[in-house]
Each structure stands twice: as C-alpha cells, then as structure tokens.
C-alpha cells in the first residue's frame, strides 16, 4: 500500500515541477492560415504575427522577453498585433522592459490594444511607455494599410472589461468594402464584432487557454468574457476569430497541456459570401 501511495505522491511532485518549471518557458510559434473573404489580392499570403498577455512584472516574463522578441524578429511578419495586457497588478515592469520591447519589427509596424490588466496599472503610464518602444496603440481607433489601390484595416478596440470599447468609433469613416482585421483583448467581444460585416477576422487573448487543461476537458478556469472561445480557432458567422493562448501567465506561473505561444498568421484570399434577405 506504501509503495503505490510513494508513486502518486512522486507522479505528482513530477506533474507539479513540469508545470511550474517547464512548460510556461515552452514556448511554441503557431503558424496558421486564415482565409479572408473579400481580401484584396494585393494582401494575399500577408503575414501578422500575433502576441497578447506578456503580462510585464511577473519575473518568468521579465527573463524570457528577449527570447519573444528573438523569435517573433525571425519570423519576419509584415506587422505585429499585440492584444494587451501588457502589464500585471502594480508590478508592471515596463521601464525595465521598454528597451526589450522597443527591438520588436515589422515593416507595417507593431500595433496594440490594451487589456483589462493594463488598467490596474494606469493606461497613461501603460499609453506612454508604449508610445516610448514604438508600439502604436489601437484605442477605438483604425490604421489602414495600403498596397497600391487595395486597403486592409487594422482596427482596435479599448479594453472591454474596464474601457470603453467603442466599435461606431473605432470603424469611423471606413470604407464598406475594406475589410478589417479587428483586435480585441476579450474574445467574447467577437459576439459584438460579427454584426459588422466589414470585420472579417478578430484577434484576441486574455484566457491565456486557461494555462491549466486537463486532456478531454474544457478548461476549468477562465476570465470574464473569456469563457466561449477559450483558446484556438473559431468562425462566427462570417467571422473569423482566433484566440492565442498568450505567451505570459498570471501571478501564479503554471501551465499544464497550455503551452505559451506566438502566433504566425497567413492570410488568404477567399470569395465573398453574401448573405440572402429573408
């Protein structure tokens, strides 16, 4: 009876190790391709690299950004989207990191939207010192992007949780036939996103993929307006969404069967799908 009580108990010392030890450095880069009705053709094979959650001030991440930035930098994306939370509680350490995050590049730039973390700390402090990397904030705001005649917008929204999200604001004087790819810390947002045809593809996180899953199962725990896209790909309607499992955690640094990742986005051309009046 001892011995078999020594392995579980040793079984889960090993499992508790792992979690905390291995897997929230194990970071993966997810490569996918999404297909975008109406892309113009100019845009086809555009790549974006997608982050969200570094969650600054917890120490892990402090250690290993250099290793996210080295790894997205290689990929070599056309623009970088970064989905917020950029910082954790009071400990944000974005002075720190501002250099770090300053080596990030792409030729269309790096964008962002903010998370509900981001307003623990004070989205001045969090606006400036991203304004000071070079990172350009999206807050109910669009950038549009041009490749000769064709446009594809990048669209932002403030953090819904405890900003404004404002998606009249945000899509202002966008053409109707421009489609747009809309960042979002929250995926649940993507129930508001998809009554806009204009918006073809969301990208989020803030779940963190639920940092601990067990196999079979849906994650156990999940934020506010996280719970019904957790993690991966999704289509509502005719929008596309994908949720990143983040490349940070919380306080607590443990990840189980959720590894921390970066997203490598490849979008294609795909045919309009009109929708017939009832």
Same mark, same amino acid.
């Given at each position: 009876?001892?011995?078999?009580?020594?392995?579980?108990?040793?079984?889960?010392?090993?499992?508790?190790?792992?979690?905390?030890?291995?897997?929230?450095?194990?970071?993966?880069?997810?490569?996918?391709?999404?297909?975008?009705?109406?892309?113009?053709?100019?845009?086809?094979?555009?790549?974006?690299?997608?982050?969200?959650?570094?969650?600054?001030?917890?120490?892990? =991440?402090?250690?290993?950004?250099?290793?996210?930035?080295?790894? =997205?930098?290689?990929?070599?994306?056309?623009?970088?989207?970064?989905?917020?939370?950029?910082?954790?509680?009071?400990?944000?350490?974005?002075?720190?990191?501002?250099?770090?995050?300053?080596?990030?590049?792409?030729?269309?730039?790096?964008?962002?939207?903010?998370?509900?973390?981001?307003?623990?700390?004070?989205?001045?402090?969090?606006?400036?010192?991203?304004?000071?990397?070079?990172?350009?904030?999206?807050?109910?705001?669009?950038?549009?992007?041009?490749?000769?005649?064709?446009?594809?917008?990048?669209?932002?929204?403030?953090?819904?949780?405890?900003?404004?999200?404002?998606?009249?604001?945000?899509?202002?004087?966008?053409?109707?036939?421009?489609?747009?790819?809309?960042?979002?810390?929250?995926?649940?947002?993507?129930?508001?996103?998809?009554?806009?045809?204009?918006?073809?593809?969301?990208?989020?996180?803030?779940?963190?993929?639920?940092?601990?899953?067990?196999?079979?199962?849906?994650?156990?725990?999940?934020?506010?307006?996280?719970?019904?896209?957790?993690?991966?790909?999704?289509?509502?309607?005719?929008?596309?969404?994908?949720?990143?499992?983040?490349?940070?955690?919380?306080?607590?640094?443990?990840?189980?069967?959720?590894?921390?990742? =970066?997203?490598?986005?490849?979008?294609?051309?795909?045919? =309009?799908?009109?929708?017939?009046?009832?």
């Amino acid at each position: 009876m001892k011995r078999p009580l020594s392995w579980l108990l040793a079984g889960l010392a090993a499992l508790g190790w792992y979690s905390w030890r291995v897997e929230p450095r194990w970071l993966r880069i997810k490569h996918l391709t999404l297909i975008v009705p109406g892309l113009p053709r100019a845009f086809d094979s555009y790549r974006i690299g997608h982050l969200s959650d570094l969650h600054l001030g917890v120490r892990l =991440i402090q250690e290993h950004l250099p290793l996210v930035v080295q790894a =997205i930098n290689r990929e070599q994306p056309d623009l970088l989207a970064i989905t917020g939370d950029f910082a954790t509680g009071q400990r944000d350490g974005l002075t720190t990191a501002r250099d770090v995050l300053a080596a990030f590049h792409a030729p269309d730039g790096v964008w962002a939207t903010l998370g509900n973390h981001d307003y623990h700390v004070g989205v001045d402090r969090v606006m400036a010192l991203l304004d000071a990397a070079g990172i350009n904030v999206l807050c109910n705001a669009h950038h549009t992007i041009t490749r000769g005649p064709d446009q594809l917008v990048l669209a932002g929204v403030d953090d819904v949780i405890y900003g404004v999200a404002d998606l009249n604001a945000t899509l202002y004087r966008v053409n109707h036939g421009s489609p747009v790819v809309l960042l979002a810390h929250e995926p649940d947002y993507a129930r508001i996103a998809v009554a806009d045809p204009r918006i073809m593809l969301q990208l989020s996180g803030h779940t963190h993929g639920g940092q601990i899953r067990v196999p079979g199962l849906r994650p156990l725990i999940l934020p506010k307006l996280g719970h019904l896209y957790p993690a991966g790909s999704f289509q509502i309607g005719h929008l596309a969404l994908f949720v990143t499992t983040g490349t940070g955690t919380g306080r607590f640094v443990l990840r189980f069967n959720c590894r921390p990742e =970066i997203a490598i986005i490849t979008l294609r051309c795909g045919p =309009i799908h009109t929708e017939k009046s009832l």
